[in-house]
């Protein structure tokens, strides 16, 4: 007996199940989703790529000015742990001339910027305020000096050797600094060299300026120049005033 073929057939007009709604997120999730990602992605390009910093003082200029805020580049030296700052895989070492941000050796919890003048191995001595490089003399056209008085070698360990020092050889992995304003900056010719593993990056640009009333923090200053527009119709320039011309121009 031949069992007859059963088909299976499809009804033209039937409609595909449907599938069960999506959930909608509510306002609050998706915006608190969103300002995590933000967050994270902020963290991870201030600890491994490029990290904001100011200029609370003198001590390069004419380069860098009080009031300056800077962009520093963190993965030009390589790439370094967040919590301690050693170098785990290394990128490039600092070149002469170089406008670093470091640590400060003396206190941790201070960061400085200055200029890379001597580099691991070499001798460095400095004469009458010029800088000698293994017995060369050493031309760096951003420093200034404004004290014509030439100070004569220290006698005594706690005397500053602000114009005659060395000569000193740089340790490996360490480099020796120096401020732009040659007179007026407490740099390596008082506390020594920087390692490699206080580097927090090279300066390369100028995001922001101003200038005006630095004993207040930057917002204090702008209400104070603002108040002036409110009480006399013009803006206190003396309390706060932007750097136009400043702005967006590279660090050498």
Excluded: C
Aim: aromatic share 12%; hydrophobic share 40%.
């Amino acid at each position: 007996m031949v069992r007859p073929e059963i088909m299976l057939t499809t009804r033209p007009n039937a409609s595909p199940p449907e599938s069960p709604p999506a959930r909608k997120k509510s306002l609050a999730r998706e915006y608190g989703e969103a300002l995590l990602i933000a967050v994270i992605l902020a963290l991870i390009i201030r600890a491994f790529l490029v990290q904001a910093f100011s200029i609370p003082s003198g001590s390069m200029l004419p380069t860098l000015h009080i009031g300056d805020y800077l962009l520093v580049n963190k993965f030009i030296y390589g790439i370094r742990n967040p919590f301690t700052n050693k170098v785990l895989i290394p990128v490039s070492r600092p070149r002469r001339g170089d406008v670093v941000v470091f640590i400060f050796p003396r206190d941790p919890s201070k960061d400085y910027i200055k200029r890379v003048v001597g580099l691991p191995g070499e001798r460095v001595q400095i004469v009458n305020k010029k800088v000698l490089i293994n017995g060369q003399p050493l031309e760096t056209p951003q420093a200034a000096f404004s004290d014509p008085e030439i100070l004569p070698p220290p006698v005594r360990p706690e005397e500053g050797a602000r114009d005659n020092f060395g000569p000193v050889e740089v340790p490996p992995d360490s480099y020796f600094v120096l401020g732009d304003n040659r007179d007026h900056s407490y740099d390596s010719r008082f506390w020594g060299f920087v390692h490699l593993d206080a580097l927090r990056g090279k300066a390369f640009i100028i995001y922001f300026s101003w200038k005006g009333d630095h004993s207040l923090p930057v917002y204090l200053a702008f209400f104070k120049g603002l108040r002036g527009l409110v009480t006399t119709f013009a803006w206190d320039t003396e309390a706060f005033e932007v750097r136009w011309n400043r702005i967006g121009k590279l660090i050498h």
